[in-house]
Protein backbone atom coordinates (compact mmCIF):
# COMPACT_ATOMS: atom_id res chain seq x y z
CA UNK A 1 0.00 0.00 0.00
CA UNK A 2 1.54 3.59 -1.24
CA UNK A 3 2.34 5.40 1.97
CA UNK A 4 0.29 8.59 1.25
CA UNK A 5 -2.93 6.54 0.67
CA UNK A 6 -5.42 8.31 2.16
CA UNK A 7 -9.17 7.49 3.33
CA UNK A 8 -12.08 9.92 4.50
CA UNK A 9 -14.13 9.29 7.66
CA UNK A 10 -17.60 10.66 7.21
CA UNK A 11 -17.98 11.43 11.08
CA UNK A 12 -21.97 11.91 12.90
CA UNK A 13 -21.09 15.50 15.16
CA UNK A 14 -23.29 16.69 17.53
CA UNK A 15 -22.48 19.80 19.81
CA UNK A 16 -25.14 20.29 21.60
CA UNK A 17 -24.25 23.85 22.63
CA UNK A 18 -24.33 24.69 19.54
CA UNK A 19 -26.82 22.51 16.76
CA UNK A 20 -30.05 21.01 17.41
CA UNK A 21 -29.48 17.66 14.97
CA UNK A 22 -26.28 16.02 14.11
CA UNK A 23 -24.42 16.85 11.39
CA UNK A 24 -21.51 15.35 9.44
CA UNK A 25 -17.92 16.61 9.06
CA UNK A 26 -15.61 14.94 7.13
CA UNK A 27 -11.83 14.06 7.46
CA UNK A 28 -8.97 12.76 5.23
CA UNK A 29 -6.86 10.25 7.29
CA UNK A 30 -3.90 7.83 6.65
CA UNK A 31 -4.75 4.77 5.16
CA UNK A 32 -2.55 2.17 6.66
CA UNK A 33 -2.33 -1.54 6.33
CA UNK A 34 -2.67 -2.14 10.28
CA UNK A 35 -4.90 0.89 11.14
CA UNK A 36 -8.56 0.64 12.57
CA UNK A 37 -11.39 3.04 12.15
CA UNK A 38 -10.22 4.14 15.97
CA UNK A 39 -6.70 4.65 15.31
CA UNK A 40 -8.59 6.63 12.11
CA UNK A 41 -10.13 8.82 14.79
CA UNK A 42 -7.28 9.39 17.20
CA UNK A 43 -5.38 10.76 14.47
CA UNK A 44 -8.37 13.44 14.21
CA UNK A 45 -8.47 13.89 17.77
CA UNK A 46 -4.32 14.43 18.03
CA UNK A 47 -3.96 16.33 14.90
CA UNK A 48 -6.89 17.25 12.67
CA UNK A 49 -9.77 18.72 15.46
CA UNK A 50 -9.34 17.99 19.46
CA UNK A 51 -12.90 18.67 19.87
CA UNK A 52 -14.34 15.30 18.14
CA UNK A 53 -15.46 13.17 20.91
CA UNK A 54 -15.61 9.57 21.43
CA UNK A 55 -15.13 6.79 23.70
CA UNK A 56 -12.61 4.37 23.75
CA UNK A 57 -9.87 2.69 26.22
CA UNK A 58 -8.10 -0.82 25.91
CA UNK A 59 -7.92 -0.44 21.51
CA UNK A 60 -7.74 -4.63 21.59
CA UNK A 61 -11.59 -5.48 21.71
CA UNK A 62 -11.95 -5.94 25.59
CA UNK A 63 -13.09 -3.05 27.45
CA UNK A 64 -16.20 -3.07 24.83
CA UNK A 65 -16.40 1.46 25.34
CA UNK A 66 -15.89 1.88 21.33
CA UNK A 67 -18.67 0.86 19.89
CA UNK A 68 -20.45 3.23 16.88
CA UNK A 69 -21.59 2.75 13.60
CA UNK A 70 -19.59 1.96 10.97
CA UNK A 71 -21.13 2.36 7.43
CA UNK A 72 -24.50 1.03 9.00
CA UNK A 73 -23.46 -1.91 11.13
CA UNK A 74 -22.57 -1.87 15.23
CA UNK A 75 -18.82 -2.36 15.21
CA UNK A 76 -15.85 -2.05 17.84
CA UNK A 77 -14.40 0.60 16.22
CA UNK A 78 -10.82 -0.65 17.68
CA UNK A 79 -11.29 -4.15 15.43
CA UNK A 80 -12.48 -2.52 12.35
CA UNK A 81 -9.67 -2.29 9.95
CA UNK A 82 -9.62 1.05 7.43
CA UNK A 83 -8.72 -1.05 4.53
CA UNK A 84 -11.65 -2.77 4.59
CA UNK A 85 -13.83 0.24 3.73
CA UNK A 86 -11.33 1.39 0.93
CA UNK A 87 -11.55 3.50 -0.74
CA UNK A 88 -13.95 4.69 1.79
CA UNK A 89 -15.19 7.06 2.25
CA UNK A 90 -16.25 5.30 6.42
CA UNK A 91 -19.10 6.51 7.58
CA UNK A 92 -18.83 6.87 11.07
CA UNK A 93 -22.06 7.31 13.31
CA UNK A 94 -23.24 7.04 17.54
CA UNK A 95 -24.41 3.80 18.15
CA UNK A 96 -28.10 3.16 17.16
CA UNK A 97 -30.69 3.08 19.34
CA UNK A 98 -29.22 5.38 22.44
CA UNK A 99 -29.61 8.81 23.23
CA UNK A 100 -26.81 10.48 22.27
CA UNK A 101 -24.77 12.67 24.49
CA UNK A 102 -22.08 14.26 22.08
CA UNK A 103 -20.65 13.49 18.83
CA UNK A 104 -20.14 9.62 19.09
CA UNK A 105 -20.59 9.52 22.53
CA UNK A 106 -24.14 7.69 23.93
CA UNK A 107 -25.77 7.36 27.16
CA UNK A 108 -25.72 4.17 28.44
CA UNK A 109 -27.49 4.35 31.42
CA UNK A 110 -30.78 2.91 30.05
CA UNK A 111 -28.34 -0.74 29.82
CA UNK A 112 -26.44 -0.10 33.11
CA UNK A 113 -29.55 -0.13 34.63
CA UNK A 114 -31.16 -3.12 32.73
CA UNK A 115 -27.50 -5.37 34.02
CA UNK A 116 -28.36 -4.36 37.77
CA UNK A 117 -31.51 -5.69 37.29
CA UNK A 118 -30.84 -9.07 36.06
CA UNK A 119 -28.41 -9.73 38.92
CA UNK A 120 -25.19 -10.50 37.22
CA UNK A 121 -23.13 -11.80 40.33
CA UNK A 122 -23.52 -15.59 41.78
CA UNK A 123 -26.17 -15.72 44.53
CA UNK A 124 -25.83 -18.31 47.66
CA UNK A 125 -28.63 -18.90 49.93
CA UNK A 126 -25.56 -18.99 52.33
CA UNK A 127 -22.32 -17.92 52.22
CA UNK A 128 -19.25 -20.20 53.05
CA UNK A 129 -16.63 -19.12 55.51
CA UNK A 130 -13.49 -18.54 53.68
CA UNK A 131 -11.95 -21.12 55.26
CA UNK A 132 -14.15 -23.65 53.82
CA UNK A 133 -12.56 -23.57 51.03
CA UNK A 134 -12.96 -22.93 46.86
CA UNK A 135 -15.85 -23.85 45.10
CA UNK A 136 -14.58 -26.30 42.57
CA UNK A 137 -16.06 -26.39 38.93
CA UNK A 138 -15.58 -29.42 36.62
CA UNK A 139 -14.64 -28.49 33.20
CA UNK A 140 -18.15 -29.55 31.83
CA UNK A 141 -19.67 -27.33 34.45
CA UNK A 142 -17.74 -24.47 33.31
CA UNK A 143 -18.49 -24.81 29.66
CA UNK A 144 -22.19 -24.74 30.75
CA UNK A 145 -21.44 -20.99 30.85
CA UNK A 146 -18.48 -19.82 29.62
CA UNK A 147 -19.59 -18.37 26.19
CA UNK A 148 -22.30 -16.20 27.72
CA UNK A 149 -19.01 -14.76 30.14
CA UNK A 150 -17.21 -13.33 27.17
CA UNK A 151 -19.79 -10.84 26.99
CA UNK A 152 -17.63 -7.05 27.21
CA UNK A 153 -21.05 -5.16 27.88
CA UNK A 154 -20.16 -3.06 24.54
CA UNK A 155 -24.06 -2.24 23.40
CA UNK A 156 -23.65 -3.63 19.81
CA UNK A 157 -26.30 -6.10 20.44
CA UNK A 158 -28.39 -3.46 21.54
CA UNK A 159 -27.82 -1.36 18.77
CA UNK A 160 -28.63 -3.93 16.69
CA UNK A 161 -31.90 -5.39 17.83
CA UNK A 162 -35.00 -4.14 16.30
CA UNK A 163 -36.96 -5.18 19.27
CA UNK A 164 -35.09 -2.56 21.64
CA UNK A 165 -35.59 -0.35 18.88
CA UNK A 166 -38.79 -0.15 19.00
CA UNK A 167 -39.31 -1.27 22.79
CA UNK A 168 -36.99 0.22 24.81
CA UNK A 169 -38.10 -1.53 28.12
CA UNK A 170 -37.10 -4.83 26.49
CA UNK A 171 -34.74 -6.03 28.77
CA UNK A 172 -32.24 -6.96 25.92
CA UNK A 173 -29.61 -9.09 24.66
CA UNK A 174 -26.43 -8.69 27.00
CA UNK A 175 -28.35 -8.76 29.94
CA UNK A 176 -30.62 -11.75 29.38
CA UNK A 177 -27.28 -13.47 28.23
CA UNK A 178 -25.25 -12.30 31.33
CA UNK A 179 -28.29 -13.38 33.69
CA UNK A 180 -28.00 -17.12 31.98
CA UNK A 181 -23.86 -16.94 32.49
CA UNK A 182 -25.34 -16.92 36.26
CA UNK A 183 -28.05 -19.15 36.31
CA UNK A 184 -26.33 -21.78 34.14
CA UNK A 185 -22.95 -21.43 36.94
CA UNK A 186 -23.07 -24.53 39.45
CA UNK A 187 -21.87 -22.15 41.91
CA UNK A 188 -25.14 -19.85 41.56
CA UNK A 189 -28.66 -20.34 43.41
CA UNK A 190 -30.11 -16.92 42.26
CA UNK A 191 -32.19 -18.07 39.31
CA UNK A 192 -35.35 -17.93 41.40
CA UNK A 193 -34.20 -14.13 41.78
CA UNK A 194 -34.28 -13.76 38.52
CA UNK A 195 -36.96 -15.32 37.26
CA UNK A 196 -39.70 -12.07 37.46
CA UNK A 197 -37.32 -9.62 35.86
CA UNK A 198 -36.58 -12.26 33.11
CA UNK A 199 -39.85 -13.44 32.11
CA UNK A 200 -41.93 -10.96 32.46
CA UNK A 201 -43.46 -9.06 29.40
CA UNK A 202 -40.41 -6.60 28.73
CA UNK A 203 -37.90 -9.67 29.21
CA UNK A 204 -37.74 -13.05 26.90
CA UNK A 205 -40.81 -12.72 25.68
CA UNK A 206 -40.63 -9.29 24.29
CA UNK A 207 -37.97 -10.88 22.00
CA UNK A 208 -38.71 -11.96 18.70
CA UNK A 209 -35.93 -13.93 17.82
CA UNK A 210 -34.67 -11.67 14.83
CA UNK A 211 -31.25 -13.00 16.01
CA UNK A 212 -29.14 -9.69 14.93
CA UNK A 213 -27.49 -9.19 18.32
CA UNK A 214 -25.91 -12.33 17.45
CA UNK A 215 -24.48 -11.50 14.34
CA UNK A 216 -23.66 -7.96 15.69
CA UNK A 217 -21.84 -9.42 18.74
CA UNK A 218 -17.90 -9.67 18.42
CA UNK A 219 -17.31 -11.91 21.26
CA UNK A 220 -19.42 -14.69 19.66
CA UNK A 221 -21.77 -14.59 23.08
CA UNK A 222 -24.72 -15.59 21.03
CA UNK A 223 -27.33 -13.55 23.28
CA UNK A 224 -30.17 -14.69 20.71
CA UNK A 225 -29.16 -18.69 21.43
CA UNK A 226 -29.40 -17.38 25.28
CA UNK A 227 -32.59 -15.68 25.09
CA UNK A 228 -34.35 -18.63 23.61
CA UNK A 229 -33.02 -21.34 26.14
CA UNK A 230 -34.73 -18.99 28.51
CA UNK A 231 -38.04 -19.07 26.86
CA UNK A 232 -37.62 -22.86 27.31
CA UNK A 233 -36.89 -23.11 31.19
CA UNK A 234 -39.61 -20.22 31.89
CA UNK A 235 -41.89 -21.80 29.65
CA UNK A 236 -41.75 -25.37 31.28
CA UNK A 237 -41.77 -23.31 34.43
CA UNK A 238 -45.52 -22.12 33.50
CA UNK A 239 -46.44 -24.99 32.14
CA UNK A 240 -45.41 -27.00 35.54
CA UNK A 241 -47.03 -24.43 37.46
CA UNK A 242 -49.95 -24.76 35.46
CA UNK A 243 -50.67 -28.45 35.63
CA UNK A 244 -48.99 -28.45 39.27
CA UNK A 245 -50.41 -25.27 41.10
CA UNK A 246 -49.52 -27.00 44.86
CA UNK A 247 -46.35 -28.33 43.55
CA UNK A 248 -44.46 -24.95 44.47
CA UNK A 249 -42.58 -23.62 46.93
CA UNK B 1 -46.46 -17.15 41.97
CA UNK B 2 -46.27 -13.14 40.32
CA UNK B 3 -48.87 -13.31 37.16
CA UNK B 4 -50.26 -15.60 35.06
CA UNK B 5 -49.29 -14.48 31.50
CA UNK B 6 -50.44 -16.70 28.49
CA UNK B 7 -47.51 -15.65 26.71
CA UNK B 8 -44.76 -18.71 27.91
CA UNK B 9 -47.77 -20.89 26.91
CA UNK B 10 -48.69 -19.46 23.43
CA UNK B 11 -44.77 -19.78 22.65
CA UNK B 12 -45.32 -23.33 23.42
CA UNK B 13 -47.97 -23.85 21.00
CA UNK B 14 -45.79 -21.24 18.39
CA UNK B 15 -42.50 -23.80 19.39
CA UNK B 16 -44.32 -27.20 18.62
CA UNK B 17 -46.38 -25.82 15.73
CA UNK B 18 -42.69 -24.39 14.02
CA UNK B 19 -41.57 -27.90 14.83
CA UNK B 20 -44.70 -29.99 13.63
CA UNK B 21 -44.95 -27.77 10.53
CA UNK B 22 -40.95 -28.14 9.33
CA UNK B 23 -40.99 -31.92 9.97
CA UNK B 24 -44.47 -33.27 8.60
CA UNK B 25 -45.73 -30.65 6.16
CA UNK B 26 -42.67 -31.06 3.57
CA UNK B 27 -43.33 -34.93 3.88
CA UNK B 28 -47.10 -34.34 3.18
CA UNK B 29 -46.11 -31.87 0.59
CA UNK B 30 -43.90 -34.02 -1.35
CA UNK B 31 -46.24 -36.90 -1.40
CA UNK B 32 -49.66 -35.42 -1.90
CA UNK B 33 -48.00 -32.22 -4.13
CA UNK B 34 -45.17 -33.86 -5.95
CA UNK B 35 -44.65 -37.69 -6.23
CA UNK B 36 -48.23 -38.94 -6.42
CA UNK B 37 -49.39 -36.49 -9.26
CA UNK B 38 -45.90 -36.85 -11.13
CA UNK B 39 -46.33 -40.81 -10.68
CA UNK B 40 -42.95 -41.37 -8.80
CA UNK B 41 -44.32 -43.26 -6.20
CA UNK B 42 -47.77 -45.09 -6.76
CA UNK B 43 -51.33 -43.48 -5.26
CA UNK B 44 -53.33 -45.07 -2.58
CA UNK B 45 -56.39 -45.78 -4.34
CA UNK B 46 -59.51 -43.85 -2.77
CA UNK B 47 -61.01 -46.13 -0.33
CA UNK B 48 -57.22 -46.96 1.33
CA UNK B 49 -56.61 -43.64 1.71
CA UNK B 50 -60.43 -43.27 3.25
CA UNK B 51 -59.74 -45.80 5.68
CA UNK B 52 -56.07 -44.51 6.26
CA UNK B 53 -57.95 -41.54 7.02
CA UNK B 54 -60.63 -42.46 9.35
CA UNK B 55 -58.19 -44.44 11.68
CA UNK B 56 -58.22 -42.38 15.05
CA UNK B 57 -54.64 -42.22 15.00
CA UNK B 58 -54.74 -40.24 11.75
CA UNK B 59 -57.36 -38.09 12.64
CA UNK B 60 -55.70 -37.04 16.09
CA UNK B 61 -52.47 -36.56 13.99
CA UNK B 62 -53.35 -34.29 11.43
CA UNK B 63 -55.48 -32.58 13.99
CA UNK B 64 -52.65 -31.98 16.11
CA UNK B 65 -50.60 -30.85 13.15
CA UNK B 66 -53.37 -28.53 11.86
CA UNK B 67 -53.99 -27.11 15.74
CA UNK B 68 -50.17 -26.62 16.09
CA UNK B 69 -49.87 -24.74 12.94
CA UNK B 70 -52.87 -22.35 13.33
CA UNK B 71 -51.67 -21.24 16.40
CA UNK B 72 -47.68 -21.05 15.37
CA UNK B 73 -49.13 -18.68 12.70
CA UNK B 74 -51.02 -16.77 14.87
CA UNK B 75 -48.74 -15.90 16.78
CA UNK B 76 -45.74 -15.02 14.04
CA UNK B 77 -48.87 -12.94 12.75
CA UNK B 78 -49.54 -10.99 16.07
CA UNK B 79 -45.58 -10.06 15.93
CA UNK B 80 -45.77 -9.15 12.20
CA UNK B 81 -49.06 -6.71 13.10
CA UNK B 82 -46.80 -5.52 16.54
CA UNK B 83 -43.72 -4.87 14.98
CA UNK B 84 -43.82 -4.65 11.54
CA UNK B 85 -47.10 -2.29 10.89
CA UNK B 86 -46.23 -0.81 14.22
CA UNK B 87 -49.81 -1.83 15.67
CA UNK B 88 -49.07 -2.34 19.01
CA UNK B 89 -51.52 -0.04 20.59
CA UNK B 90 -53.94 -2.30 19.22
CA UNK B 91 -52.67 -5.60 21.02
CA UNK B 92 -56.69 -6.72 21.87
CA UNK B 93 -58.03 -6.71 18.76
CA UNK B 94 -55.12 -8.02 17.20
CA UNK B 95 -54.55 -10.99 19.61
CA UNK B 96 -58.39 -11.73 19.43
CA UNK B 97 -58.08 -12.49 15.56
CA UNK B 98 -54.97 -14.12 15.84
CA UNK B 99 -55.90 -16.66 18.32
CA UNK B 100 -59.37 -16.46 17.64
CA UNK B 101 -58.70 -17.70 13.93
CA UNK B 102 -56.54 -20.21 15.23
CA UNK B 103 -59.49 -21.42 17.60
CA UNK B 104 -61.61 -21.32 14.62
CA UNK B 105 -59.69 -22.94 12.54
CA UNK B 106 -58.60 -25.59 14.57
CA UNK B 107 -62.82 -26.45 15.22
CA UNK B 108 -62.88 -26.40 11.63
CA UNK B 109 -60.43 -28.82 11.22
CA UNK B 110 -61.94 -31.00 14.01
CA UNK B 111 -64.98 -31.07 12.50
CA UNK B 112 -63.72 -32.28 8.71
CA UNK B 113 -61.62 -34.78 10.22
CA UNK B 114 -63.76 -36.41 12.89
CA UNK B 115 -67.27 -36.53 10.16
CA UNK B 116 -65.29 -38.25 7.92
S1 LIG C 1 -23.58 -9.90 24.13
FE1 LIG C 1 -21.94 -9.46 22.63
S2 LIG C 1 -22.67 -7.61 21.54
FE2 LIG C 1 -23.89 -7.78 23.41
S3 LIG C 1 -22.81 -6.50 24.92
FE3 LIG C 1 -22.04 -8.61 25.19
S4 LIG C 1 -20.21 -8.72 23.89
FE4 LIG C 1 -21.35 -6.90 23.24
S1 LIG D 1 -11.23 0.18 22.71
FE1 LIG D 1 -11.70 -1.42 24.12
S2 LIG D 1 -13.01 -2.69 22.94
FE2 LIG D 1 -12.38 -1.21 21.50
Not at chain 1, 235 to 249: C, E, H, I, N, V
Request: proline letters at 7%; glycine letters at 6%; aromatic letters at 10%.
Amino acid sequence: MPENDRITLRVARYRPEQEMEPTWQSYEVPLRKEWTVLDGLNHVKDHLDGTLSYRWSCRMGICGSCGMTVNGEPQLTCSAFLTDFAPGPVRVEPLANFPVVRDLVVEIDDFMNKLTEVKPWIIRAEDKPLDEGEFPQTPEEMDAYKQYSMCINCMLCYAACPVYALDPDFVGPAAIALAQRYNLDSRDEGSADRRDVLSSAAGVWACTLVGECTTACPKGVDPAGAIQRYKLTAATRSLKDLLWPWGQR
Amino acid sequence: MARRSPEPLLWLLFSAGGMAAALLVPVLLFLFGIAFPLGWLSAPDHTHLLSVLRHPATKVILFGLCLLCLFHWAHRFRYTLYDGLRLKNLSLVISLFCYGGAVAGSVAAGVVLFRI
